[in-house]
């Protein structure tokens, strides 16, 4: 079905609440579609203007890294600016509440931008890691505290000098195995998931809600167009997730 001509029903929004009221181990899985709704633009959105004429391989890639350093912390250091002007939006808030109301709760986020603990959630799995932290780029110390003191670009490790790095994901990376492993715990535990705003294309994390359904779980898509998971799913929301959550997770 196209996402031009997705529709979701009053009964479909009935059974979703039903079934996200009754869960006692729910998850919310939660993708670029929900930081898009907040003004934060995907990676490849995000390369405008000044930074049109560069390869995404360049600034996100260790590779690239290495080769020019200045260049991709300033790149980070935009978006982190970007990311800081940005509030949680509705979709933030309803999750967060559910939460406080279901406080086995868990969250798992492809989103790097800290959000969703704005809102208030207590739980999240951040498989992408954070862009609002760093950490030494040949792995000395783990993640870096007082980095923004530094006037270097990009500011250096305190233990070995090395440059610091964001904690993120960069292309031809793996997933933080803690991470991944929390993920994967709590889709195999779990009696609801709601995919949100994600294509759920990109593997390993597109597997987790196939993980979910193997297991037992009830799956719900909340995203305005077709996904891949729509498949599995006993209920699939057409729209955003600013919109719907709030309705179906709202007390």
Known sequence: MSGAGRRSSSDDLILARELALHAERPVVFTGAGVSAES????????????WAQYDPEQLAT??????????????YASRRERIAQA????????IADY???????????????????????ADVIELHGSILRVRCLDGCAGQAVGWESDPRVPPLCARCSAPLRPDVVWFGEFLPEAALARAQ?????????????????????????????????????????????DEIARVMLAG???????RLLGA
């Open 87 to 94: 509030k949680p939006n509705p979709a933030h808030d309803a």
């Open 240 to 246: 955003k997730a600013g919109d719907l959550l709030p």
């Open 39 to 50: 003004g934060i633009p995907t990676f490849r959105d995000a390369l405008t203007g000044l």
């Open 62 to 75: 260790e590779a690239g890294y290495r080769n020019d350093p200045a260049l991709v912390w300033r790149w």
């Open 99 to 121: 939460g406080r109301r279901k406080p086995r709760l868990q969250v798992i986020t492809q989103n790097v931008d800290g959000l969703h603990q704005r809102a208030g959630s």
């Open 185 to 229: 715990r709590a889709v195999t535990e779990c009696d609801l998931m709601i995919v949100v705003g994600t294509s759920a294309l990109v593997y390993p994390a597109a597997e987790l809600p196939f993980s979910a359904r193997r297991n037992g779980s009830e799956v719900i898509t909340v995203n305005p167009e077709s996904t891949a998971v």
